[in-house]
């Protein structure tokens, strides 16, 4: 796995943020191999073995959040927050491609952009989240940018800077990394952190912005 650069300065200690996260299940196969998913669906043979929060994993949208799908189409998008980026990377010590990648995977450089959870914004903040990283305006991008890569900072210092169990833990949230001692084994979050890790190697290796983050389309 990966390396994060590591922080000078040790950030003020925070109550972990709400993070999304589902219902986990569980049942022992035959052979004592255990499966882990939080979409069971009609197989009887899982039980419940983490009870979530209700917002992952729940069908359609949640309640009062209206879905915004990322729509913008201009390529200038990618360069466009070019100073904020560079600015919180410095501030945090967090390399300035991995926030490249989780906005490129997040939002698609769209601030507009609101899941059918109620995460917003480039880096796709759930509002508690974001009132714990003392973000002024979640609709804001230079806000949404810095609570973002804070966030980012505290869960790489929580997981001794280790590349995989950050991006998991932005997108599963730490307890979950915590409990199944490492990537939690949940399609998305397996998704999520092949596709941040792809584009943060694109942004490290390829000088243009743009086209690194076009090359995966």
Sequence with gaps: MGRLLHACAVLTALVMPAIARADIYTYTGPDGTIHFTNTPGADKRYRIYIKGNGWEGRPGVAPGVVPVPPSDHDVGRYTRYDDWIRQAATLYQIPDP??????????????????????????????????????????????????????????ANEFNGDLELTVAAYNAGDGAVIRFGGIPPFAETRDYVVHVTRYYRRYRSVADVIEASMSGE
Aim: net charge negative.
């Design 98 to 155: 991995l926030v490249r990648a989780i906005i490129r995977c997040e939002s698609d450089y769209d601030p507009r952009a609101v899941s059918v959870s109620g995460a917003r914004g480039l880096m796709q903040l759930m509002p508690e989240t974001a009132s714990l990283m003392q973000v002024r305006d979640i609709e804001d991008p230079h806000d949404n940018i810095f609570g973002g890569v804070r966030l980012l900072r505290i869960l």
